[in-house]
Every structure is written in C-alpha cells, then in structure tokens.
C-alpha cells in the first residue's frame, strides 16, 4: 500500500516511524520546506512527490500531518482526489470548517479517520473498558492533566492561536476525546486560560465538564511545564477509584550531558500510533468503518470550541 504523507514535521516524523515497521507499506510525501522533507526522505527511504497533486497521483491513501490550520484545504483535495484520509487532531480550527470535511467525505464515500490517537493509549483504553464494565461503579468524578513544555513546530505556529487554537483546540482536545468517548456527552462546561486573554505563546488551561450521566471532569492542560511531558488520570466511581500517572510508571530513563529521555516502555507493535495505523490502514483494506471517525473529530472539537468561548467569555457554556 502507497501512503502518502503531507507534512514532514514533528508527526510526519511520528508517523513515519511507524509505517517504517509495515512490511506492506511504501512511503512517500510531499513538503514544502525542501531541507526537512530531504530529511524525512533519508531518514525513511520515502519517495518524493514536488506537489500535493503528484502525491495524490502516486498514493493509496493520504495522512494529512500538517499545521491544524491547513487541515480543510488539504482534506478537501485529498477527498476530491477520492483518496481514503487519515487526518491528525484536530480535524479542524473551526465548525464550519470541520463540519464541510466531514460532508465532502460522506457525499464522495471517501475513509475519513481523524488522528485521536489516546483511545489507543494502553491505560486511557483499559480505563474505559473497566469503566465500561462497572469496575468503579457509577463514575462520578474524573481528573486529568496533560502537558509539558510548549511544543515548537515548524516556524513557530502552536504559539499562534488563531492558528493552533491554544492548549484547549491543541492538547486537551485529547482528553476532552476520550472522555466523551468513555463517559457519553457533556451537558456544560466551564473553562479558564491563560491563552484565552494573550491569544499567542505559552497556554494553561482548566477547564469543568458536567455530563449528561451527572458525573463531573475537570481537565487540566498545559504548555507550561519544562519538567517533561507527562499525562495522568484518576476516575473515582461508587465502588472505586482508578489511577494512573505517566510519571510513576516505570520506563528505563537515558540521561547525557544534553538531554534526558525516557526509552518506550511498550513493544514496537503495541505503539499508540502503529495501532491506530494500522486501523486506518485495515479498514481501507477491507472496507469496514474506521474505528474513529470525521464525526468523533467534529464532537471533540465542539467540545474543544466551547471551552474556548468559556475561557474568552467567562460564562458556563451548555453543549
Ligand atoms: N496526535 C498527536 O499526538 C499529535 C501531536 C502533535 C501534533 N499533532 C497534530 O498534528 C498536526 C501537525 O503538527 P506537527 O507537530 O507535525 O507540526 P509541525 O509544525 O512540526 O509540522 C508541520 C509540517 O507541515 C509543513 N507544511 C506546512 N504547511 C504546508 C503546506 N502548505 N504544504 C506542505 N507542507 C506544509 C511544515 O513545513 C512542517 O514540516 C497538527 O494538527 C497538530 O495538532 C498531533
């Protein structure tokens, strides 16, 4: 199968190094910073396609890795090419823009998978299915923190909000994701930002879900730790009370003079990424629905949107 990946930046990269471990994939790309994408094509042994049309000629199937700003011109060029999409989160900057994606790919029949690639993450997944399966029994309270230091992208753009739409569009769309996805619709929320005031640069936000079910969220989100990337959640129910903190779970950490990091603590094939990949790619193999869809990025992102209009506003805004 030919992927064609648009934008060799952080998830190109990201991506990249998961296509690299399917025997059955060939990979190619187009990228307008020529310096990066000669990069991408060293480090993956990709092949080189000049422009969005000779990448649309030459692929299967097409992963939109770009700034989320630039996601409907090139969705909607992938869908009329009638190519099957996989599109990073979030789908869109606005509604509108969202919503259009996701017509054109129904009226065309056209794969739409949209990148929320949490629901693949072993803890967020087994979180739900214990929830699900009535684990901690009626759930009523739910705490989560994503976050680390503000991330850079190619020549600056997360910082620029008109664009990235801050740390709520950008990183807590993750969880806002998945916790619809494990606790069913929000009725309100209530949100506050640093970003919401500056528009621009590093963001914190804090944002309150109440759900349909009763069950309260809070959801704290953050570009402004240097201490490293960490996530963490604790869903406390009738009967129980599950945990889990990035930080405390062991993985073998490297230190050097420069830097320090720590090593994957799962299997190369058990990879959030390579997991949702791989769907994507089986579903278009063999014509069943993508497991997350255009629509799942249209709820994320309404959810996203409104705690934006609540941090800017300083109002309860009801779903
Ligand atoms: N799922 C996740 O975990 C996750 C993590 C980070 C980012 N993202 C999302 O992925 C998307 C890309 O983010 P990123 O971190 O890779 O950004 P990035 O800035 O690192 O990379 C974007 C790349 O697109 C290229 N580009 C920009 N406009 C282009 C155009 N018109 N034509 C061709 N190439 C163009 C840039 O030169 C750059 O190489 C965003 O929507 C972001 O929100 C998802």
Redesign the pocket.
């Known amino acids: 199968m030919k992927v064609g990946v648009?934008?060799?930046?952080?998830?190109?990269n990201?991506h990249a190094r998961q296509y690299h471990k399917m025997s059955e994939v060939e990979l190619g790309y187009?990228?307008?910073?020529l310096g990066?994408g000669e990069t991408f094509r060293q480090n993956w042994g990709a092949h080189l396609c000049n422009s969005?049309e000779e990448l649309l000629d030459w692929a299967d199937v097409i992963d939109v890795?770009?700034?989320?700003d630039?996601?409907p011109e090139?969705a909607h060029r992938v869908i009329e090419a009638g190519k099957p999409l996989f599109l990073?989160?979030?789908i869109a900057r606005t509604v509108d823009a969202a919503q259009a994606i996701v017509d054109a790919a129904k009226a065309a029949n056209v794969p739409l998978m949209i990148?929320h690639?949490v629901r693949y993450f072993p803890e967020f997944a087994l979180a739900r299915q214990m929830v699900q399966s009535g684990s901690v029994g009626k759930p009523a309270a739910i705490r989560t923190r994503r976050g680390g230091p503000a991330?850079t992208?190619?020549?600056g753009?997360?910082m620029d909000h008109s664009r990235?739409g801050g740390v709520l569009l950008?990183l807590a769309i993750?969880d806002f994701d998945w916790l619809q996805w494990t606790f069913g619709d929000v009725k309100f929320l209530y949100s506050r930002s640093v970003g919401a005031t500056t528009g621009h640069g590093p963001d914190y936000a804090l944002t309150t879900l109440t759900f349909e079910s009763g069950a309260v969220a809070h959801v704290e989100a953050t570009w402004m730790d240097p201490g490293g990337f960490r996530t963490y959640f604790d869903i406390a129910g009738s009967e129980g009370l599950l945990e889990f903190d990035s930080k405390k779970t062991p993985a073998l950490k490297t230190v050097t003079t420069e830097s320090s990091s720590y090593e994957p603590s799962l299997a190369p094939f058990d990879d959030p990424y390579f997991l949702e990949l791989s769907a994507f790619l089986a579903s278009v193999q063999t014509g069943s629905p993508v497991p997350i869809t255009g629509e799942d990025g249209l709820v994320a992102l309404k959810i996203a949107l409104a705690a934006l209009e609540s941090a800017k506003t300083g109002k309860v805004v009801t779903l």
Do not use: Q
């Open positions: 648009v934008g060799t930046g952080g998830m190109g990201a187009y990228e307008r910073n990066r969005i890795c770009l700034p989320t630039a996601h090139f990073e989160k979030p990148g690639v991330p992208g190619s020549s753009w997360f990235s950008d993750h």
